[in-house]
């Protein structure tokens, strides 16, 4: 049983009883099903407290940032389309919202993990790679052959040659090189290694959030090193990622290396406006050395100036936002719950101490609406725009 109301209000004691014994778990059992259906209740009934009136609830949405994603989504009407950000050091979920071209009701997109990560596995390979010190984000790895392809023979049996091209890590995760991170995960780190990182950075698990959601899922038989090379370089649909997971995973670049857990609500006040659940604890664990998220940081901050979302980013930094640092990871393949070309892009934007970490998936059947970067770029010139502070829930 939950820890009783005081029979006298004015004796409350916070450090005596803190929330009341109400923890993200509890929380989550009650609200799980509203927000699987993107409903948040104004009111939550906690089973077991000794009085019957209902919590009102206070989350951590900001308003403004969840209807310009919903506005944008209207501007371009992709297929399916999920936009989530979140606080990156407490975990607070800012916005979490999707939209379907078909106007039917898919449930909440933002919980599931039927999405293939495609490329967002490359930042599991990185990781890996400069944390144990197998790499830096200055090394380089020559390749051959397309940086979209991934072959054995480009990944088992390189060899140097008149077409060979030398990227350094940070370039070949800027430009998504499919033949480099299919061979640092076969040949320099190995099976066990890159399922130790998924594990690390979350995939397979579970999180201690006040909702349920599918963490990202990695199937691989460590021994198979062809698996490993596509799960390394993303090119498999067996590897899947959900959009809260996604966001989760960029927040590590800009919190220090830490995996966070995502949380909806703020608050709980109980009768005469007494507070009863404050959220002030974020759950964080290390999944990487301080070191490594800066190198991450540095990787993802390329992808924006140099690699795959360059074109989407160009002129981003005006006047207005020249402050603003920008970064984040693509990934393309196409996909079947639901079908069609899945495009994503996860990442952050931070000017001092103001930070945010979100990931943005387009999936479009025959016809592209809008680059998952583009879309991005849009959500941090509001966010950042002068004179914003939020406005949330």
């Known amino acids: 049983m939950v820890s009783a109301w005081p029979l006298a209000m004015s ?29 948040l209740p ?46 990156p050091e407490t975990g607070h979920v800012l916005a979490m919202t999707d939209s379907t071209r078909d106007q039917l009701d898919h449930g909440n997109l933002s919980l599931v993990s039927t999405y293939p990560a495609a490329s967002i596995s490359k930042i599991i390979t990185a990781v890996a790679a400069v944390n144990d010190k197998k790499l830096s984000e200055s090394s380089i790895i020559p390749f051959n052959g397309k940086s979209t392809s991934l072959y054995k023979k480009h990944v088992f049996k390189h060899t140097n040659n008149q077409w060979t091209r030398k990227y350094t890590l940070n370039e070949s995760f800027a430009k998504s090189v499919n033949p480099v991170f299919g061979r640092i995960g076969a040949v320099n ?50 590897n899947t990622l959900s959009p809260i997971h996604g966001a ?26 007494i507070p009863i659940y404050v959220h002030d604890q974020p759950g964080k664990s290390a999944a990487m050395t301080e070191d490594s998220a800066l190198q991450l940081k540095k990787m993802m901050l390329s992808t924006v100036k140099i690699g795959s979302a360059r074109k989407s980013f160009r002129g981003f930094s005006n006047r207005q936002l020249k402050e603003v640092k920008a970064g984040g990871k693509t990934g393309s393949l196409t996909g079947f719950k639901p079908k069609g070309k899945y495009d994503w892009f996860v990442g952050f934007g931070e000017n001092g101490d103001r930070k945010i970490a979100f990931a943005v998936l387009c999936i479009n059947k025959e016809k592209w609406y809008v680059k998952s970067s583009r879309f991005a770029r849009e959500m941090l010139e509001y966010y950042f725009r002068p004179s914003q502070e939020g406005d949330q829930a």
């Open 189 to 238: 780190l190995g099976g066990e290694t890159m399922l130790d990182y998924s594990y690390r950075l979350g995939f397979n698990g579970r999180f201690a959030s006040d909702f349920t959601f599918d963490n990202g899922a990695i199937e691989l038989d460590p021994n198979d090193e062809w698996q490993v090379a596509e799960m390394a370089s993303g090119y498999t649909t067996r």
């Open 42 to 87: 104004e009111e939550i009934q906690i089973p077991g407290l000794e009085f019957e009136s209902p919590l009102k609830a206070t989350y951590t949405i900001d308003i403004g940032l969840q209807q310009e994603a919903d506005r944008i989504f209207d501007k371009y009407n992709p297929d399916y389309g999920v936009f989530v950000a979140i606080d």
């Open 248 to 273: 989760i995973l960029a927040a590590t670049a800009i919190n220090g290396g830490n995996l966070v857990a995502p949380v909806l609500v703020k608050s709980l006040t109980g009768p005469y406006g």
């Open 11 to 39: 004796v409350v004691n916070p450090a005596w009883n803190p929330n009341w014994g109400i923890t993200e778990q509890i929380i989550s059992a009650v609200l799980s099903p509203s927000v699987a259906k993107n409903s």
